[in-house]
Each structure stands twice: as structure tokens, then as C-alpha cells.
């Protein structure tokens, strides 16, 4: 591992399904801290926050702490304090992203005429109505839309459930408009919170996900090293048709073992 200052991981798909852990995956992360290295957590998911990220890894058996973890709700709400500070959203999205916005610099309102932004991501109880709501608040005439992450799908135990990308798009058709924004992998803004964070240069980090248009372009994009994991979303032939090319494909994140002893070569 003395090639890497750092190891990012990605969480659903990659380290986990559901709340199961992916053979393996408890042990390369301890074998990573144990050979020095720095480790993170980034997940495209808003709705639980670093804290309780860390207890679904903990009861995966595999070690973090909530400075470790960044979640797209976690960048979405530091781009909102640092770029829309004491605004008022209007949030289609859960509870749990919409407390972690109103716990920071900025209010949640339930008028839509009120709000001077909109925020939309993943709801699991999305209805016609909320998507009204939303629609209102554009009819305002909001300043700005933001979405949390870019996750059209999410991988569990049960199968691939739709995520924040799907809502995200749900509502900038009503609206006719574009987010501003779209936090979480691979937006830049989450690329300079997680390596500012590790203090640790991209050039000497390998990022490690399941997905292509995320995980590996966040890592790209920074100028990272990058695997890609063929136990969630993406195979190697989904890399080999993609205009995102991971460094190196992996049967799953076991194979990071193989890439800090030498035995796999950048392809």
C-alpha cells in the first residue's frame, strides 16, 4: 500500500449490499489501515448522516469513524452554506437530508412559495403532490435548484431501487429547468471536500466504486487512481464500452490487496 497515501472507498455496491458486508470487504479495510494508509468513505447516499453511516459499517463488521465518512448529503449541505447562506429551501427529498440542512445555515420550508431554492432528492414517499409542491416553488420564481447526487439507481439486498437521480430529474422536467448543482461523486465540489479532508493529494490516492459515471469519474476527474468493482452496478465490459476508463478492473475490492502488493498492472 505504499504506493497510496490513501484509499477512498465506496460504500453500497462496493463495501456493502444493504446492510450485508461483501465477502472480504471488512478485511481489506483493516489490511489498508494496517499498511498505512488513510481511508475514506463516500457514498451517494443524503438520506443518513456521516454518524449513521458509520453504524451501518461498524454492523458490517468493518471499522470507521464519522470523520472517515462523507455522504452527498454532507456536500450538499457545505455547497449550500457556502454558496446560498441563511436562504430558504424548499426540500423534496427525506427527513433525513432535509434535518441536516435545517441543522446548518439555512431554513427548510414547507411553502413553496417561500423558498429561494429547491433542493430534490432521493423521497421513498414521492408522491404527484410533493412534485407539485416543487413546481410551485419554480413558479415563484426560486433562485436556485440543487440536487444531492447524480443516482439514478441504488444496488440492496433485494435488488436495484431507484435513488436521488430519478427525483432529481423528475423535477427539473416539471420545472424545465437544470440543477445549478448536482452534489455527491463526481462533482468537483465533493472532490475538493473529501481530499481537503484526507489532506492528501489526489495524485496519491486510489479511488475504489462500482460506478463508472461516479465513482471512477470522481476519481478521474481529481486525478486519482481508480478500480472499478464488479459487485454492484458496472462489469468490465461496461468499462470497456465507456468513455470512463477505471486504471484497473476488479472481480471486487479484495482485489485492492492485489493492486498494493504489485500483482495487478495499470491497464
Not at 404527484?128 to 440543487?146: E, I, N, Q
Request: with cysteine.
Amino acid at each position: 500500500m505504499v504506493e497510496f497515501e490513501a484509499v477512498v472507498f465506496d460504500v453500497d455496491g462496493t463495501l456493502v449490499r444493504g446492510r450485508t458486508a461483501i465477502p472480504g470487504a471488512a478485511e481489506t479495510v483493516a489490511a489498508v489501515r494496517e499498511a498505512g494508509a488513510r481511508v475514506g468513505f463516500v457514498t451517494n447516499n443524503p438520506t443518513r448522516t456521516p454518524e449513521s453511516y458509520v453504524g451501518k459499517l461498524r454492523g458490517a463488521g468493518i471499522d470507521a469513524t464519522a470523520e472517515e465518512v462523507v455522504t452527498s448529503g454532507t456536500s450538499t449541505v457545505a455547497f449550500l452554506e457556502a454558496e446560498h447562506p441563511g436562504d430558504a429551501a424548499f426540500v423534496v427529498g427525506e427527513q433525513g437530508l432535509a434535518s441536516q440542512i435545517a441543522n446548518a445555515d439555512l431554513d427548510v420550508v414547507d411553502d413553496p412559495a417561500s423558498a429561494d431554492g429547491v433542493v430534490a432528492s432521493i423521497d421513498r414517499e414521492f408522491t404527484y403532490d410533493r412534485l407539485t409542491s416543487a413546481l410551485r416553488a419554480f413558479d415563484a420564481g426560486v433562485d436556485w435548484f440543487v440536487g444531492s447526487d447524480p443516482d439514478r439507481t441504488i444496488p440492496t439486498d433485494e435488488g436495484l431501487v431507484p435513488g436521488s437521480g430519478a427525483i432529481v430529474e423528475s423535477v427539473a422536467a416539471v420545472a424545465e429547468r437544470r440543477p445549478d448543482a448536482v452534489l455527491g461523486k463526481p462533482h468537483p465540489f465533493t472532490q475538493r471536500l473529501v481530499f481537503d479532508r484526507l489532506d492528501c493529494d489526489p495524485g496519491d490516492a486510489l479511488v475504489v466504486g462500482d460506478r463508472l459515471d461516479t465513482d471512477i469519474a470522481f476519481g478521474a476527474d481529481a486525478g486519482a487512481a481508480t478500480a472499478l468493482v464488479e459487485t454492484g452496478i458496472a462489469t468490465r465490459a461496461d468499462a470497456d464500452a465507456s468513455d470512463v476508463a477505471p486504471d484497473h478492473v476488479l472481480a471486487d475490492v479484495t482485489g485492492v490487496l492485489d493492486l498494493a502488493s504489485g500483482d495487478l498492472d495499470v491497464e
